[in-house]
């Protein structure tokens, strides 16, 4: 390999910005050879330095997107949640609702039946009275049977 100790150290760990690597020539070898041989580890530590830049964009990729999807998911979680809330906050309004007008129709109500079967009485339609009485008493008696429920 062409780097010397301290410069793959700094590739490796990638803690400092790495130098240009330390070119180890024979002794022996003419000036041509030693050009060759810089030119050479130049190349592998910058394939290996582009290696590494490469790697490190794929994974700052990956973790975007999973941060990103991550990140959608909360907050389609977060909206469902808070759609689910306000729903049965409007579904209790409108039990609420429901409630307060059928305490308000039942006097109403009663009242006018009994005033519609009073009149039959005094227009001496017994029989007539009678029928309309016995069905309001079933409807009342009906009634206080679904409050209990």
Not at 29 to 44: C, D, L, P, T
Not at 53 to 65: A, E, S
Not at 90 to 108: F, G, V
């Amino acid at each position: 390999m062409y780097f010397s100790e301290s410069e793959e150290f700094v590739i490796k760990t990638g803690t400092a910005t790495p130098v240009a690597p330390t070119v180890r020539v024979p002794e022996n070898s003419g000036s041509g050879r030693r050009i060759v041989y810089a030119i050479e580890a130049q190349r592998v530590w910058l394939i290996e330095e582009n290696e590494s830049v490469r790697l490190k964009l794929k994974k700052n990729k990956t973790m975007l997107i999973i941060i990103g999807i991550s990140l959608i998911l909360l907050i389609g979680i977060l909206y469902i949640l808070y759609r689910q809330s306000q729903l049965n906050a409007d579904k209790k309004l409108l039990t609420l609702e429901q409630s307060m007008l059928r305490s308000q129709m039942n006097p109403h109500f009663l009242f006018n039946s009994l005033t519609a079967i009073q009149g039959f009485l005094y227009q001496e339609n017994p029989m007539i009275a009678s029928k309309y009485l016995s069905k309001f008493s079933n409807l009342a008696s009906r009634r206080t049977d679904y409050q209990k429920l």
